[in-house]
Every structure is written in C-alpha cells, then in structure tokens.
C-alpha cells in the first residue's frame, strides 16, 4: 500500500524519490516545521518552501513493536518505531533501522536513511544510528 499524495505532501515525496530529505521552511520567519501544511504555524505565513535538511536528530521518544502486523512481516519483529527530534527542530515518526531495538535508548543520535521497504514501495524517511555523533 502506497501513501496517498496531494498537494501539500507531493514535494516530501518527490524529495524523498529524488534521494534528498528536506522540510517545509517559512521564508518569512524561517521556522522549520513537519507536517506539511498551507501556512507557517510559528507565524501564519504562507510563504513555505522546502529545503534541504540535515537529516540528523535524536530519539524523542520510542516504542518497540513485538507483535507483526501481518505474517508478511512476522521475520520484522520486533523493531523499534522513534519520534525522532531533527536538528532543525521538528519531530517526525518514524522506524529505526540497523539497531537492535532492546538497545535504543531516549536521546540516542540518528541520521535518516532513504530506503525502501518492498521493491515497488515508495521511498522512506528511516532513522538509522549516526556513527558521526
């Protein structure tokens, strides 16, 4: 099952296809934000562009997930799901991959990861351990 995009999500998608994590960005107050939306919530502009983001954060918040939501992914578990607190300031949810799920801890750092999660899947912002931090 693919996400549906409109017009407010299409650019997060086209980014993320295109191999680049960016957010929305006001241009008038400068204020990152996530979810997309028509207009800044920090200064209810509607002058919102989206731009490059560092992709870097650290785990908010978490949840280890030990039951499959189908057999098709019962191999899967368990595996953490993260609210991730990006550098730029917003928070995103997310899954965490290349970690053992027992081990992630509050405040751990995280870079994204731009993958798949079956062949004809969009593409995904995944959070990944950073080894640079």
């Known amino acids: 099952m693919n ?7 299409s650019p997060w998608w086209a980014h993320l296809a295109g191999g680049e994590f960016a957010l929305p960005r006001c241009s ?8 997309p939306r028509p ?24 949840t280890v997930v030990h039951r499959a939501p189908s057999p098709a992914f019962a191999a899967q578990v368990p595996y953490a799901i993260v609210i991730v ?9 997310s899954r965490l991959v290349g970690a053992d799920p027992a081990a992630v ?5 995280v870079r994204v990861r731009l ?3 079956s062949e004809d899947g969009p593409v995904l912002a995944l959070f990944e351990p950073d080894p640079d931090q």
């Open 85 to 93: 607190a990006t550098n730029e300031g917003p928070h995103l949810m």
């Open 28 to 35: 008038d107050c400068a204020g990152w934000h996530f979810q």
């Open 115 to 117: 993958d798949r999660l």
């Open 3 to 9: 996400p549906i995009s409109d017009a407010l999500t």
């Open 39 to 62: 207009v800044c919530p920090h200064c209810g502009s509607q002058a919102i562009a989206w731009q490059a983001a560092s992709g870097r954060g650290q785990v908010h918040s978490f």
């Open 105 to 109: 801890r509050i405040g751990d750092r």
